[in-house]
Nanobody
């Protein structure tokens, strides 16, 4: 069973950049989608960015052009570079590993808090 461990959250001022990391254990990382979600207090969990096993990235509309998701299959890691952060992007950010083919997997990290405030 794969496990995910996020890192890199913290308190930053608006417009500042921040990078999040997620390290995965297990043998199916390279064949899985890696996804970043975020959940603000009192709100639903929203997709931020997703990267396929081959490295194709897609983004939520609100972060496109500012955030970059990347993966390193040799190291079983995925990163999220966040630029020009806004206060409304304060949330817990979650790393998610999923496979939609057998064996199906849907695993979540514990989340890392990102607070954007002056």
């Amino acid at each position: 069973q794969a496990q995910l461990l996020e890192s890199g959250g913290g308190l930053v001022e608006p417009v500042v950049s921040l990078a999040l990391g997620c390290a995965a254990s297990g043998s199916l990382f390279s064949s899985s989608y890696m996804v970043w979600f975020r959940q603000a207090p009192g709100k639903q969990r929203d997709l931020v960015a997703v990267v396929s096993s081959g490295g194709t990235a897609n983004y939520g509309d609100s972060v496109s052009g500012r955030f970059t998701i990347s993966r390193d299959n040799a190291k079983n890691t995925v990163s999220l570079q966040m630029n020009s952060l806004k206060p409304e992007e304060t949330a817990v950010y979650y790393c998610n590993l999923r496979r939609n083919v057998l064996p199906r997997i849907n695993i979540w990290g514990q989340g890392t808090q990102v607070t954007v405030s002056s």
